[in-house]
């Protein structure tokens, strides 16, 4: 008798026909290995207000004039980036990935860099272990945060970035359980995570 096993992976679902229970669970396991190794997964992050900031940009370059961020402020503005992170001291925003190879990384700068240029505002970018990702969003002119580096976070979320698989569903269920999280507090955030395979 046939059984039906539906193997769910980054909000695509394979249907995959087997004979029995233990047969099944090794395809499914095969199955998912190879999506694996042929699927370059990518996912686009945006929250609530994430539209507005990229439509912002970043202006011109930013001088010791350009006003900060106040603390009030900061908690929409993050909600509008769940992928990044606030430092202790309010002064950086960072997002990391794992990319799904080297040269995935490698892209994935040179669209930042294209971005940055044109918008004349330039994060801190590392690259570690051959392809995870630091990105560093501060004005170093006023040492803190201003509207330019929560426009330029907004931008570079919106470029399509070839994750690590393993990566990309674990972020997913890691934004899945913080907007749950969120959601239980009644403030109606919501987060659109998509994940593709190109």
Same mark, same amino acid.
Not at 124 to 151: M, Q, W, Y
């Given at each position: 008798?046939?059984? +039906?096993?539906?193997?769910?992976?980054?909000?695509?679902?394979?249907? &995959?026909?087997?004979?029995?229970?233990?047969? @099944?669970?090794?395809?499914?396991?095969?199955?998912?290995?190879?999506?694996? +190794?042929?699927? =370059?997964?990518?996912?686009?992050?945006?929250?609530?207000?994430?539209? *507005?900031?990229? /439509? !912002?940009?970043?202006?011109?370059?930013? =001088?010791?004039?350009?006003?900060?961020?106040? %603390?009030?402020?900061?908690?929409?503005?993050?909600? @509008?980036?769940? @992928?990044?992170?606030?430092?202790?001291?309010?002064?950086?925003?960072?997002?990391? $990935?794992? @990319?799904?190879? $080297?040269?995935?990384?490698?892209?994935?700068?040179?669209? &930042?860099? #294209?971005?940055?240029? /044109? #918008?004349?505002?330039? %994060?801190?970018?590392?690259?570690?272990? $051959?392809? !995870?990702? !630091?990105?560093?969003? =501060?004005?170093?002119?006023?040492?803190?945060?201003?509207?330019?580096? $929560?426009?330029?976070?907004?931008?570079?979320?919106? &470029?399509?970035?070839?994750?690590?698989?393993?990566?990309? *569903?674990? #972020? /997913?269920?890691? &934004?899945?359980?913080?907007?749950?999280? +969120?959601?239980?507090?009644?403030?109606?955030?919501?987060?659109?995570?998509? /994940?593709?395979? %190109?």
């Amino acid at each position: 008798m046939l059984h +039906q096993a539906i193997l769910r992976y980054k909000h695509c679902d394979r249907v &995959l026909f087997a004979c029995t229970g233990g047969v @099944a669970r090794r395809c499914r396991s095969v199955l998912a290995a190879r999506v694996c +190794q042929m699927a =370059s997964m990518t996912m686009n992050i945006h929250g609530p207000g994430a539209d *507005k900031l990229r /439509a !912002e940009g970043c202006s011109s370059a930013c =001088s010791r004039d350009t006003p900060r961020v106040e %603390p009030a402020e900061l908690t929409e503005y993050m909600k @509008a980036l769940p @992928a990044w992170h606030l430092n202790a001291d309010k002064t950086m925003i960072t997002r990391t $990935f794992t @990319a799904r190879n $080297f040269m995935a990384a490698i892209r994935f700068f040179n669209k &930042l860099a #294209e971005v940055a240029e /044109a #918008e004349g505002h330039h %994060p801190d970018i590392h690259l570690r272990n $051959f392809r !995870e990702v !630091e990105i560093n969003l =501060s004005t170093h002119a006023v040492g803190g945060l201003t509207l330019p580096d $929560f426009a330029m976070a907004a931008k570079l979320d919106a &470029l399509d970035i070839e994750y690590s698989p393993k990566w990309a *569903k674990q #972020e /997913a269920e890691r &934004l899945a359980a913080t907007v749950t999280g +969120q959601g239980e507090d009644g403030d109606g955030t919501s987060v659109k995570v998509e /994940a593709s395979a %190109p």
